[in-house]
């Protein structure tokens, strides 16, 4: 940044103002005056977590199943209901306007995703959603027209790798269509059966500059505002996500007759894998994460030597340099331990990578100010789980909000949040809408 720059944005920025309008405006009882309705928040989590559940209670709302598709009906009625205009775009996004006093400004839009994995839990992309939906419904009970129009926008497949996100900035590929969901469709075979239309995918790409700005509200899904006594998060980045699949080849040998020094053991050679990207994860510095989350071993019987093992391997960071230092040797090792054992180790990138995104830091500077104006503690961190927002940061400023998960526990079906805590995200992410609407 050139020193004039920086110096007209620190000047701003102490007197409170931005690009994005005051920053520090709310006024004697403002913060007090225009607050979300917990009971409608509460009741509709509930109401919306039956879409999908299971005899036993459980959730199954996975993106372009029977449970998801009732669930973005459910979720359209309301939207109609709330007096938005609802639509459909091409990659299944679900998008509901406001319109706003100036039809030639940008909109602000707002949502998050309301799919999940299976067996999750109830609040994941689900509170965001419905905090998005009760900022509308209170401008609507306090009869407030803003200035900018207002989109909520709910993406579609967040859970199967940003999909709806990720469509809506260009990044879905003619690859990307035909992988499989969760649930054994391809991509485009799921976004026709949520009323989306991928022969035309890019019909639904919005350019930089479209939006004026996106705000998501989200549980954080780990246990550091929880820890620390923190009611706020502030997210200032949003890691990427890169997937690897590992074939491991050996030879599928009799297990009683075939002497230890002369076996091909894939499954052994795996199993030194994961150890080795364990140590090279935590010999690095830095908040990176790596994980082995699936195995598969073939041809899978007890006296069988395992002859082909398939493994999945995910890494995370903020950083894309740090990412492919990580898997470089990650990689050299593996050929080392392929020496060793006597097998082939090969990988294959997957598509539909997720790249780090920080987040802006005007509206990084005007959730914290809006925060505090309602009285509560604040805490600048990353996001170690990746979010919708990471993929709109291509095209406009992005920020999120972070409220508490109990006992940092998400994707699961013990995943809960406070009452209290929903709503003090809900009424940080009202007052940061009407903050970035003033000019």
Request: aromatic content about 6%.
């Amino acid at each position: 940044m050139k020193r004039r720059t920086f110096l007209k944005n620190t000047s701003l920025a102490t007197v409170g103002l931005s690009a994005f309008g005051v920053m520090n405006t709310f006024g004697n009882g403002f913060g007090d005056t225009y607050k979300v309705n917990e009971q409608r928040i509460v009741s509709r989590i509930a109401e919306l977590a039956k879409f999908g559940q299971d005899a036993k209670g459980h959730g199954y709302r996975v993106a372009y199943t029977p449970g998801d598709i009732d669930g973005r009906a459910w979720f359209i009625n309301l939207m109609k209901n709330a007096g938005l205009e609802p639509t459909i775009d091409a990659a299944g996004n679900l998008i509901g306007k406001r319109k706003g006093k100036n039809p030639l400004l940008k909109p602000i839009a707002f949502g998050s995703h309301i799919d999940m994995v299976p067996d999750g839990g109830n609040y994941d992309g689900t509170l965001g959603s419905l905090a998005a939906l009760e900022v509308i419904e209170i401008l609507n009970e306090k009869k407030i027209t803003t200035e900018h129009p207002l989109e909520i926008i709910i993406f579609a497949n967040e859970e199967g790798g940003t999909i709806g996100s990720m469509a809506m900035v260009g990044g879905l590929t003619k690859e990307g269509l035909q992988q499989k969901s969760q649930m054994g469709l391809t991509m485009a075979e799921g976004i026709k059966a949520i009323g989306g239309n991928p022969a035309n995918i890019q019909a639904c790409i919005r350019k930089k500059g479209d939006l004026k700005a996106w705000l998501e509200l989200h549980i954080e899904q780990g246990g550091i505002l929880e820890q620390e006594n923190i009611e706020i998060g502030v997210v200032e980045g949003i890691v990427g996500i890169v997937h690897w699949e590992v074939t491991f080849e050996g030879f599928a040998n009799h297990a009683g007759t075939t002497p230890m020094k002369l076996r091909k053991d894939a499954l052994l050679a795996a199993s030194k894998f994961i150890t080795e990207i364990n140590e090279i994860a935590l010999k690095i510095e830095g908040h990176h994460v790596a994980t082995v989350g699936k195995i598969v071993a073939l041809p899978g019987a007890y006296n069988v030597i395992p002859g082909k093992v398939v493994l999945g391997l995910e890494i995370r960071d903020l950083s894309v340099e740090k990412i492919e230092l990580l898997f470089t040797q990650m990689e050299q090792r593996a050929k080392a331990i392929a020496a060793d054992t006597k097998t082939n180790i090969s990988f294959e990138r997957q598509a539909n990578e997720s790249k780090p995104a920080l987040t802006d830091k005007v509206l990084q500077q005007t959730i914290e100010k809006s925060a505090k104006a309602l009285g509560l503690t604040t805490k600048y961190m990353q996001s170690g789980a990746g979010h919708d927002s990471q993929e709109i940061a291509l095209i406009t400023p992005v920020a999120m909000i972070f409220v508490p998960s109990v006992g940092g526990i998400s994707h699961s079906f013990q995943e809960f949040t406070k009452t209290v805590d929903m709503v003090n995200g809900a009424n940080v992410l009202l007052q940061t809408v009407l903050a970035v609407d003033k000019r």
